[in-house]
């Protein structure tokens, strides 16, 4: 009786118990009430993490993330990183030096602070596989999805490379788009923990 009073379902259990609604009718709109509540919390829940931020970028809707459609065509691994990057699960100082203050998580190669974006999109330590991920895609991509990847801005680009899925840019070279993007991501991140020479 907890849920019924917590999901406010009591009407709808004394139309089942009266004949007015069928069980499996009922059944649905408890399933459905309950989804609908988890979600609105965790909605309003993830929003409090900070690790969570480039999540909150990215992720829009309640759906399985890009990342786990995407495992279908490129090794888990690669994917599963990606994951791990949404949910800040990187090494990367922002979240890892917590002795200091964010604007002080420097990168030890740029001296700016060091948080997933300044990896992916500007750090001089990881320039060579941002440059040959932007090539292999002018190279899986037609002319025209090319272009309109070009025209956006880096903070767009940031999240497209993360897995946003409204960029205007067809499904299927999306997901050979995805493939390259995840394979150079990861080196990056491997790239950018080991000491430098």
Known sequence: ?????????NEDLNCVMVGKMKYNEFKYKCKNRIRNRIICSWFQEKVKFVRLTVFNQIVLRYEPV???KQASYTPIHYCQFM?????????VAVYTDHNKD????????????????????YCSRTKVY????????QCVLSEMSWQKLNTYSDIRKFNVLL????VGIAQSEL???RDC????????????MTAPN
């Not at 009786?1 to 379902?9: A, F, R, S, T």
């Not at 994951?83 to 090494?91: A, E, P, Q």
């Not at 897995?163 to 409204?166: L, V």
């Open 83 to 91: 994951v791990r990057i949404l949910c800040g699960m990187v090494n």
């Open 163 to 166: 897995g946003f899925t409204d």
């Open 130 to 137: 941002r440059d040959q991920m932007w090539l292999m895609a």
């Open 175 to 177: 997901y050979i788009l």
């Open 66 to 68: 890009i990342w786990w």
């Open 181 to 192: 993007f995840c394979r150079y991501i990861y080196q990056m991140f491997q790239h950018q």
């Open 102 to 121: 964010r604007a002080n998580r420097k990168c030890m190669y740029c001296d700016t602070v060091e948080d997933v974006k300044h990896v992916i999109m």
């Open 1 to 9: 009786m907890g849920l019924v009073e917590k999901y406010n379902l």
